[in-house]
């Protein structure tokens, strides 16, 4: 991964429209006002004429190696480059030998680590060391979650900051940048403008490559259709097992539990648009259908279940509606997590009195021995009881009743809620009669 401007040469030795564009001062980085303006936590350290190391997290062509580099020159570092993908230890020992030695001339290292992530264990703490010692100040980029990828003990001697992805605020003043440069405006109706702004998709790098492209066609104005001649289309800044994965399937689940199926259905596009595997988002899905709304609407796991075998059936795309059509019955069902917090907490219940046995009314008795110790006495059998019901304890005799399952009033499980109150009543008559006799 390089920076937000690209790489600097291309076989024909012209330099590309982002290299020429790279800014030359922090005051010309955009996108990243949260950290470079003034109360910014870079800025602030600026102000204080010291640097600490770094962890910078965001999404390609965010600008991560162009401000590392801006930085060095800020605070009078020598500015070292390395990549965590092409680089091993004998690369990282010569890196550390020289700046070893500069720090013994009197000056310090910024070593900037592309796709820091992609380092294993031992390898970032081969960083430590060197981090804690100063022989250098280190910078570290990545897209993935450092919270995941990287060593608790590398990042507990680092600041991680986040990089923002660019906005159309931040693209526009790239565009006017480029249009500058060029002497003319980018030859797109507003209509095809707004398309190359999408299709950017956040990335400051892969947008001025579109606009440079735009400019080499020509002087004719290009509408939507001719922008996609001329241009291809970036794929969706989406990792199946990486942090975009675990991002978008927390989105669509959020959005289900949120009853809004519009959103629900945008997520459950982007997935499908990034290449995630149908199957993985049915999965998904049942595990919602009886983790959010369990017994509110009980069809909605046959609805998830039903969808799963549809595209099994059919496969793709012709499958794919059949789990759309679940997501939008989802989203629409009446929601409760009553039997999810239920099954939670008779599992706690469990665990805490594992050692009580069932009462003796209630244990068959398949022996005479076990007839004597009393299995079975008194068991009522509930099919002969008044009503169906005989209210027997059913709970370990040393061990008070408990209330795991708290239904809401929301679809079928009111009804159910009706039930309970129901059999409640009857235990309690129960009881209370069994008392006075």
Request: proline share 4%; glycine share 8%; aromatic share 8%.
């Amino acid at each position: 991964m390089s920076d937000l401007f690209g790489n600097s040469d291309r076989t024909t030795g012209e330099r590309p429209l982002a290299d020429k564009l790279r800014p030359n001062s922090l005051a010309d980085v955009v996108g990243q006002d949260h950290l470079l303006k003034e109360g910014g936590s870079l800025q602030r350290m600026l102000d204080a004429g010291w640097l600490a190391s770094l962890i910078f997290w965001g999404p390609p062509g965010t600008g991560k190696t162009t401000i590392a580099r801006l930085l060095a020159e800020a605070v009078d570092l020598n500015f070292e480059q390395i990549s965590a993908v092409f680089s091993g230890v004998a690369d990282l020992r010569k890196v550390f030998d020289a700046a070893r030695m500069r720090k013994s001339n009197g000056k310090s290292t910024l070593l900037f680590v592309d796709e820091i992530h992609r380092f294993n264990k031992s390898q970032q703490d081969g960083f430590l060391p060197y981090v804690e010692d100063g022989t250098i100040t280190l910078v570290g980029a990545t897209t993935e979650n450092p919270s995941f990828e990287l060593n608790g003990a590398l990042l507990s001697r680092c600041q991680v900051l986040v990089l923002e992805r660019h906005d159309d605020a931040s693209l526009s003043i790239l565009l006017t940048r480029a249009e500058e440069l060029e002497g003319r405006a980018i030859p797109l109706t507003d209509d095809a403008k707004e398309a190359l702004f999408q299709l950017a998709d956040g990335d400051g790098r892969f947008f001025l490559n579109m606009v440079e492209t735009v400019f080499r066609t020509g002087t004719e104005i290009l509408d939507r259709d001719g922008l996609a001649n001329a241009i291809s289309k970036k794929a969706p800044a989406y990792d199946k097992d990486g942090e975009g994965h675990y991002n978008l399937i927390s989105a669509l689940h959020k959005s289900l539990r949120g009853s809004d199926v519009n959103a629900a259905l945008y997520w459950f596009a982007r997935m499908l648009d990034g290449g995630e595997d149908p199957l993985y988002i049915s999965r998904r899905l049942v595990r919602f259908a009886v983790e959010d709304i369990g017994m509110a609407d009980p069809h909605a796991l046959v609805q998830a279940n039903q969808a799963k075998e549809a595209f099994q059936f059919l496969g793709s795309p012709e499958g794919e509606l059949a789990i759309a059509q679940s997501v939008i019955y989802l989203a629409t069902a009446p929601k409760s997590n009553a039997a999810y917090m239920a099954f939670n907490t008779a599992m706690r219940s469990a665990k805490k009195h594992g050692s009580h046995m069932p009462p003796k009314h209630i244990l068959n008795a398949p022996t005479a021995m076990m007839k004597d110790l009393g299995y079975g006495k008194g068991y009522a059998y509930d099919h002969d009881a008044e009503d169906g019901f005989s209210g027997q304890n059913y709970f370990p005799e040393d061990m008070k009743r408990q209330d795991y399952y708290q239904p809401v009033a929301r679809g079928f499980e009111r009804d159910i809620q009706k039930r309970l109150e129901y059999w409640a009543a009857l235990r309690k008559k129960r009881t209370d009669d069994e008392g006075e006799g």
